[in-house]
C-alpha cells in the first residue's frame, strides 16, 4: 500500500475519532453533571441515553437558521466555521501512538509530524479566539460583542501562562516536537513526576483556554444571556458548542501527551518484548499504547467535567488577578527552578518550589490568630 | 443590637494564603462532587418504576361488581349529586327478565360517564354511592390524555374486569 493512503487513513481516523469523542462529550457531560448531582442523567434516547447526541444534532439542524437583519451576514457564518476548523486542525500534530510497520516500513500513528509541534498547537489555539470573536463581534449585539471581548481578554493573558509553564518541559526535553516530549517519558518516566507546579498551571491555563467553568466567562449566561453565542441559533449554534467538546478533547490529548507520558505506560518494554519483534507483535504493541494514551486522554475529559460541576464561575476581576499575578509569576518561578535543577542535573527539582510553597501556606495558615480562623461561627447562645 | 440568638458571627479578616491559593478547596470539593457521583441515585424512573402511593390513594374510578360478577351501581345518581365537579354523568335503565346475573338492582346505569379532565379525584362519589359501587382505586392513575375523546371513560372502561378484581388493602 502506499504510504499516502495509510497517512490519509491515520488522518481520517484521528478527525473521526475527535468527532466521536467530542460527540459522546456531550451525552457524557449530561450524565456526569446528573450523576455529581444525585440524578441519572438523560436515559431515554437508547439505552442509558447513548442515542442523545444522535437527537441533539436532529433537533439542532431541524432548528430555524436565523441570522440577525443587522448583522454581518459573512462574517456571522464565518464565526463558527472558524471556531470548528481551529478546534479540528489542532490534533493534527498530536501523537496518539507509536508506530506501525506496514511492508517493511515504519508509519507514525499522528496527522503530521512537525518539529515544533508545540508551537503548531498553540498557534492554533490562539487563531481559536477568532471564532469566537467574529462570531461576536458580526451579531452585532452588545451582549455578544462584550462575550467576545472577554474571550479575547482571557485566552491572551491564559495563553502567556500556559506557554511559560510549557517551557520547563521543553527546557527539560529541549525539542518543540510532540512526539519527541512523548518518547523522552518512555515507560513510566512521565513528566508530572518532575514538572507537578507546571502541571497545575498547564491544567487551569487549558480550562481558560477551552473557555470551560470556572473560566466560562465569555457564555457567562447570568451577566451576558449566551454571551458571544446570544444571536447564533440551529446548526451554528451546535458548531459553538461542538467545538467546545473537540478543544476539550484536544487539550485533554495534550495534556496527557506532555505530562502523562502520551502513549508510554509502565512496563512497556516488557510487554513488547512478550509480544516480538516482528511487524505484528510490534503492531499490537503500538495499538496498547494507542488505548493507553486514550484512556488517558478520557480521564482528562472527564476531569473537565468534574471540575465544571464542582466550582462556580470566577468573577472577571478574579480571574485576571489569578492569571497575571498568580500564574504567571508561579510559572515563572517553574521556569527557574526548574533550569537551576538541570545545570546540576536533578530533574526532579522542581518539587523544591512545590515544597517550598506548600511550606509558606502551611506556616501562614499556622499563624493566623486561632479564634479568627473559622469562617462560620455561631454567635455564643444565651 | 442582637435580635435573635441564630445570627452567625463571619471572619471577615485577611484570607491566608492557602485560602487565596484556591487549591485546597477546590480540592475539598471535588472530593465532595465525586463522592456524590458513586452515590446511589433517588431518582424513580416513572414510567418503568412506580412508587407506591399508600391506601389511601385516589387513583382511576372503578365501578364494582359483587361477588357473583353482577354490577353494583343502581343508576341513584348519588355520586353525581356529590361530585363538586359535575364530572359524572349517567342514564338509567330497567333491568329486564334475564339480567338478574348482570345487574343486582332491577335499576342499572345504562350509560355511566366520567369526564376525567372534570374530576378533580376529591373522592366525594365514592363516599356518597350507597350500594359501594364506585372506589378510586389506589393502584392506578388516570394516564395522560393525547386526545379529547380519551377524556370521557365510560362504562368500558370503568366496570370492574371479574378476571382481576380490584381490592384494596383491609378487604377481605
Ligand atoms: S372524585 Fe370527586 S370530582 Fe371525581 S368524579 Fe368523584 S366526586 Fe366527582
Ligand atoms: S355509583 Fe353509587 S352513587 Fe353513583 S349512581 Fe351508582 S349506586 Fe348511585
Avoid at chain 1, 164 to 188: E, K
Avoid at chain 1, 335 to 349: A, E, Q, S, Y
Wanted: aromatic share 12%; proline share 4%; with cysteine.
Amino acid at each position: 500500500m502506499d504510504i499516502f493512503w495509510i497517512k490519509a487513513i491515520i488522518i481520517l481516523v484521528i478527525f473521526g475519532l475527535s468527532l466521536f469523542v467530542a460527540m459522546y462529550s456531550t451525552w457524557a457531560e449530561r450524565k456526569v453533571a446528573g450523576y455529581m448531582q444525585d440524578r441519572p442523567g438523560p436515559n431515554r434516547a437508547g439505552w442509558g441515553g447513548l442515542l442523545q447526541p444522535l437527537a441533539d444534532a436532529g433537533k439542532m439542524f431541524f432548528k430555524e437558521d436565523f441570522i440577525p437583519a443587522q448583522a454581518n451576514k459573512w462574517l456571522f457564518i464565518a464565526g463558527p466555521c472558524l471556531a470548528m476548523l481551529t478546534a479540528l486542525l489542532s490534533s493534527a500534530v498530536i501523537p496518539f501512538g507509536d508506530t506501525l510497520r506496514i511492508d517493511g516500513q515504519e508509519i507514525q500513528v499522528q496527522g503530521i509530524e512537525v518539529n515544533i509541534g508545540i508551537l503548531w498547537v498553540f498557534g492554533i489555539v490562539s487563531l481559536g479566539v477568532y471564532g469566537v470573536m467574529v462570531g461576536g463581534w458580526a451579531s452585532n449585539n452588545k451582549f455578544s460583542l462584550l462575550g467576545a471581548i472577554r474571550a479575547a481578554s482571557q485566552n491572551i493573558s491564559y495563553e502567556l501562562a500556559l506557554g511559560l509553564s510549557l517551557i520547563a518541559v521543553i527546557m527539560m526535553t529541549g525539542s518543540l516536537s510532540v512526539r519527541d516530549i512523548v518518547n523522552t517519558q518512555h515507560g513510566g518516566g512521565w513528566n508530572i513526576l518532575f514538572q507537578p507546579l507546571g502541571f497545575v498551571i498547564f491544567l487551569t491555563c487549558a480550562f481558560a483556554e477551552c473557555n470551560r467553568t470556572p473560566f466560562d466567562l465569555p457564555e457567562c449566561e447570568a451577566e451576558l444571556i449566551g454571551g458571544y453565542h446570544t444571536e447564533y441559533s440551529s446548526m451554528k449554534l451546535g458548531f459553538y458548542l461542538f467545538a467546545e467538546y473537540v478543544n476539550m478533547f484536544v487539550s485533554s490529548c495534550v495534556v496527557s501527551a506532555l505530562y502523562f507520558g502520551g502513549f508510554n505506560y509502565p512496563f512497556m518494554d516488557k510487554v513488547a518484548e512478550a509480544l516480538g519483534n516482528d511487524a505484528t507483535g510490534h503492531n499490537i504493541a503500538t495499538a496498547i499504547g494507542f488505548f493507553a494514551f486514550i484512556a488517558k486522554a478520557l480521564f482528562f475529559v472527564f476531569f473537565f467535567m468534574w471540575v465544571r460541576w464542582t466550582l462556580p464561575r470566577f468573577r472577571y476581576d478574579q480571574l485576571m488577578n489569578l492569571g497575571w499575578k498568580s500564574l504567571i509569576p508561579l510559572s515563572i518561578l517553574n521556569i527557574i527552578v526548574t533550569g537551576i535543577g538541570l545545570m546540576f542535573n536533578l530533574r526532579w527539582f522542581s518539587w523544591v518550589a512545590v515544597v517550598i510553597i506548600v511550606a509558606v501556606v502551611a506556616v501562614q495558615a499556622a499563624m493566623k490568630p486561632k479564634a479568627a480562623r473559622g469562617i462560620l461561627e455561631a454567635a455564643p447562645v444565651r | 443590637m442582637q435580635l435573635t440568638n441564630r445570627a452567625k458571627k463571619i471572619d471577615k479578616s485577611e484570607m491566608t494564603l492557602a485560602e487565596r491559593m484556591y487549591l485546597p478547596a477546590i480540592a475539598g470539593g471535588m472530593a465532595i462532587t465525586l463522592k456524590h457521583f458513586f452515590k446511589k441515585k433517588p431518582t424513580i424512573n416513572y414510567p418503568e418504576q412506580k412508587r407506591y402511593l399508600g391506601p389511601v390513594f385516589r387513583g382511576q374510578h372503578i365501578l364494582k361488581k359483587d361477588e357473583a360478577g353482577r354490577e353494583r351501581c343502581t343508576a341513584c345518581g348519588l355520586c353525581a349529586v356529590a361530585c363538586p365537579a359535575e364530572a359524572i354523568s349517567m342514564v338509567a335503565a330497567e333491568r329486564k327478565a334475564g339480567e338478574e346475573n348482570l345487574y343486582r338492582e332491577e335499576k342499572y346505569a345504562a350509560v355511566y360517564e366520567i369526564n376525567m379532565l372534570r374530576c378533580i379525584f376529591c373522592g366525594f362519589c365514592e363516599e356518597a354511592c350507597p350500594k359501594q359501587a364506585i372506589y378510586l382505586r389506589h393502584d392506578q392513575f388516570v394516564p395522560v390524555f393525547m386526545s379529547r375523546d380519551e377524556v370521557i371513560y365510560g362504562k368500558d372502561r370503568l366496570v370492574e374486569d371479574m378476571s382481576s378484581r380490584y381490592l384494596r388493602e383491609g378487604w377481605k
